[in-house]
């Protein structure tokens, strides 16, 4: 690493290789993401008539599974709300179902008030739960406008924050904030999401605190916080029973190294939520397309349901090769 900074203090550690064990279904999988079978589902479709309302006011004609059955036919191929409504249409009319398809307009004002999208079933056991937050444009002239006017337009951004479980790699929590809102209040909203037992709770040094331990805690006594302390973080002289685990991380790392505690905490596995993010953005996209921010979340909701069901339809086996990268 020539050009980063410091780069004669960096750990000079080379990069492993990978290889995928499972190329044949995982390649049938990828194939599967791009049928329209796999996201308009019989089940959506026996259940696309909203039921009788039983409260005051005129009934909906179109239930919340087919509003969200366009949301994620949106999000998978990365359409607008009119390009969507003509490619239902088509389809409704190719496969000559008798079904009314929702227009754009419909899509949009029932997408704020959806009350909640359908992730795909969690395994049994506890979970290991990695969690981190990445910003979305929503306002704003991109970089190239920048470049050429020489005058940086205002920007504004949305900060998803994603729970993730580490064995499966599915999505099992997310909320959507300002920018200005920082990660640690968002640890009981994620947490409160998950209906299954947790093991262990794994975020980066933007985390960091008792505030979070203790948000943790109260969830239960027994999950596992791995945080890494700040380099300028102190601890109480000796461990004693009533010591936090805050300050146990902190006499860990500096008796052991960071090194070493990241390998004795498992905390290697907090790349998986990295890797989330970035398959959100390279495959849901980088900016929020809503209007508000009812709408917004909806979409970054829809977003992660729809990550789950192509990670549903196939998933890599990577295994960790003997030779490293050059």
């Known amino acids: 690493m020539p050009h980063k900074l410091n780069a004669e203090r960096r750990h000079h550690i080379p990069k492993m290789q990978f290889k995928v064990t499972n190329w044949a279904e995982y390649e049938a999988g990828l194939r599967r993401r791009g049928s329209l079978t796999m996201?308009?589902?019989?089940?959506?479709?026996?259940?696309?008539?909203?039921?009788?309302?039983?409260?005051?006011?005129?009934?909906?004609?179109?239930?919340?599974?087919?509003?969200?059955?366009?949301?994620?036919?949106?999000?998978?191929?990365?359409?607008?709300?009119?390009?969507?409504?003509?490619?239902?249409?088509?389809i409704v009319e190719l496969l000559g179902w008798e079904l009314a398809v929702p227009d754009h307009a419909t899509v949009s004002r029932r997408a704020i008030k959806l009350p909640s999208i359908a992730r795909v079933t969690l395994p049994e056991g506890p979970l290991h739960v990695p969690i981190d937050s990445t910003g979305l444009k929503i306002?704003?002239?991109?970089?190239?406008?920048?470049?050429?006017?020489?005058?940086?337009?205002?920007?504004?951004?949305r900060k998803v924050h994603l729970a993730v479980d580490a064995d499966s790699g599915?999505?099992?929590?997310?909320?959507?904030?300002?920018?200005?809102?920082?990660?640690?209040?968002?640890?009981?909203?994620?947490?409160?999401q998950i209906p299954n037992e947790i093991e262990q709770v794994t975020g980066d040094g933007a985390y960091d605190g008792e505030p979070t331990c203790a948000t943790i805690a109260a969830r239960s006594a027994d999950i596992a916080v791995v945080i890494p302390p700040r380099a300028t973080s102190t601890a109480s002289p000796d461990l004693g029973l009533d010591a936090s685990r805050r300050d146990v991380h902190v006499h860990t790392v500096a008796a052991l190294g960071r090194l070493a505690w990241q390998e004795v905490t498992?905390?290697?596995?907090?790349?998986?939520?990295?890797?989330?993010?970035?398959r959100y953005k390279s495959l849901i996209g980088t900016r929020l397309r809503a209007r508000?921010?009812?709408?917004?979340?909806?979409?970054?909701?829809?977003?992660?349901?729809?990550?789950?069901?192509?990670?549903a339809a196939g998933r890599p086996n990577s295994v960790r090769s003997n030779r490293s990268a050059a």
């Open 266 to 278: 498992g905390y290697g596995r907090r790349a998986l939520v990295e890797t989330t993010m970035g």
């Open 170 to 192: 599915e999505i099992v929590a997310v909320t959507l904030t300002g920018q200005d809102v920082d990660d640690p209040s968002q640890v009981a909203p994620l947490l409160e």
């Open 39 to 90: 996201w308009i589902t019989p089940e959506a479709v026996d259940g696309w008539g909203a039921e009788r309302r039983t409260t005051r006011g005129g009934p909906a004609t179109y239930s919340d599974s087919a509003i969200q059955t366009c949301l994620m036919l949106r999000s998978a191929f990365k359409m607008a709300l009119r390009q969507t409504e003509g490619l239902m249409a088509s």
């Open 139 to 157: 306002y704003g002239s991109g970089e190239w406008l920048a470049d050429k006017h020489g005058r940086r337009a205002p920007r504004q951004y």
């Open 292 to 311: 508000n921010d009812e709408g917004r979340r909806t979409e970054a909701a829809v977003g992660a349901a729809v990550l789950n069901c192509m990670l």
